[in-house]
């Protein structure tokens, strides 16, 4: 059962701009934070940006000031806007959605979607 929908990746020149979107299915029962990770080949998967229920967002330095995070509650949905994307940016895209139960954490992954950026 696929619970988290990713859409939006390609291949873009360096300057160009993305915007992914992930849709977050009924299956899962509730949602605390939304966000989007990546993983680019020999890497190991990091944080790019989070949002909170409640409009907390997190960015990894990186990206700050390029890629803007935002969604909809009741939509279960979540959205990364990349402008000024750079070569460094190319990577597989991960949806993450996560529930917090007290001090426990429960996460569900995407499939991933490329991001490709290239001249």
């Known amino acids: 059962q696929v619970q988290l929908v990713e859409s939006g990746g390609g291949l873009v020149q360096p300057g160009g701009s993305l915007r992914l979107s992930c849709a977050a299915s009924?299956?899962?029962?509730?949602?605390?934070?939304m966000g989007w990770y990546r993983q680019a080949p020999g890497k190991q998967r990091e944080l790019v940006a989070t949002?909170?229920?409640?409009?907390?967002?997190n960015y990894a330095d990186s990206v700050k000031g390029r890629f803007t995070i935002s969604g909809d509650n009741a939509k279960r949905t979540v959205n990364l806007q990349m402008n000024s994307l750079k070569p460094e940016d190319t990577a597989l895209y991960y949806c993450?959605?996560?529930?917090?139960?007290?001090?426990?954490?429960?996460?569900?992954w995407g499939q991933g979607t490329q991001v490709t950026v290239s001249s």
């Open positions: 949002l909170t229920t409640g409009g907390t967002t």
């Open positions: 993450n959605a996560r529930r917090i139960v007290g001090v426990l954490l429960y996460d569900y």
């Open positions: 009924r299956s899962i029962f509730s949602i605390d934070v």
